[in-house]
Nanobody, 121 residues
């Protein structure tokens, strides 16, 4: 099984920064694309950013320039640097990963439990 554990969320003032981490652990053969999604109260979960195993990143258009996704494959960890945070960035942020448990097995989709980010003065 693959476990994804997010950390780094919290309360920050508008204009501030936070860095989220997502660590993959457990028994798996390889982790492929990873991503961050978020869900605000009363809204659907939406894409924040994704990153391939080779480091190619893709962002939601509205977040380009403020958020930066990265990963350390040696540590099986992904990061999200969030700058110039706005109240509308308040949401639960979820980590997602595509992983293969064994060589030749199907690539499956895994989710973390989420970490709360609150932007407020």
């Amino acid at each position: 099984q693959v476990q994804l554990v997010e950390s780094g969320g919290g309360l920050v003032q508008p204009g501030g920064s936070l860095r989220l981490s997502c660590a993959a652990s457990g028994s798996f053969y390889n982790v492929y694309a990873m991503g961050w999604y978020r869900q605000a109260p009363g809204k659907q979960r939406e894409l924040v950013a994704t990153i391939t195993s080779s480091g190619s990143a893709n962002y939601a258009d509205s977040l380009k320039g403020r958020f930066t996704i990265s990963r350390d494959n040696a540590k099986n960890t992904m990061y999200l640097q969030m700058n110039s945070l706005k109240p509308e960035d308040t949401a639960v942020y979820y980590c997602n990963a595509n992983a293969r448990r064994y060589s030749g097995s199907r690539i499956l989709d895994y989710w973390g439990q989420g970490t709360q980010v609150t932007v407020s003065s």
